[in-house]
């Protein structure tokens, strides 16, 4: 049974960092793309970024290239979301999704599996 389960996030002040996680289960990360989500109340959801299977080939959003990395943990089947100079404008659930058939790229707009989601709060 494939499974996703984010951790890592919480309440953080502008300026500060936060490292989520997702663990996967019952599959091979090299057979899918993992793409980390973000969906602000009210907002749509928005790609952030994404790691291919093949490769480990990264894709970022705009709005967090330079702040946040995304990596791989084969051994533990965990893929890493590293979020640095965090803004108010971050504060959303994040979720991780796994995506089947991208080899070696990855998407920022689609999934076929996903987690339940990590919150993630920016204020002073």
């Known amino acids: 049974q494939l499974r996703l389960v984010e951790s890592g996030g919480g309440l953080v002040q502008p300026g500060g960092s936060l490292r989520l996680s997702c663990a996967t289960s019952?599959?091979?990360?090299?057979?899918?793309?993992i793409g980390w989500f973000r969906q602000a109340p009210g907002k749509d959801r928005e790609g952030v970024s994404c790691i291919s299977g093949v490769g480990g080939i990264t894709k970022y959003a705009d709005s967090v290239k330079g702040r946040f990395t995304i990596s791989r943990e084969d051994a533990k089947n965990t893929v890493h979301l590293q979020a640095d100079s965090l803004k108010p404008e971050d504060t959303a659930v994040y979720y991780c999704s796994a995506l089947s058939g991208y080899g070696s790229s990855c998407s920022l707009l689609y999934g076929d599996f996903w987690g339940q989601g990590t919150q993630v709060n920016v204020s002073s």
């Open positions: 019952g599959f091979r990360l090299d057979d899918y793309a």
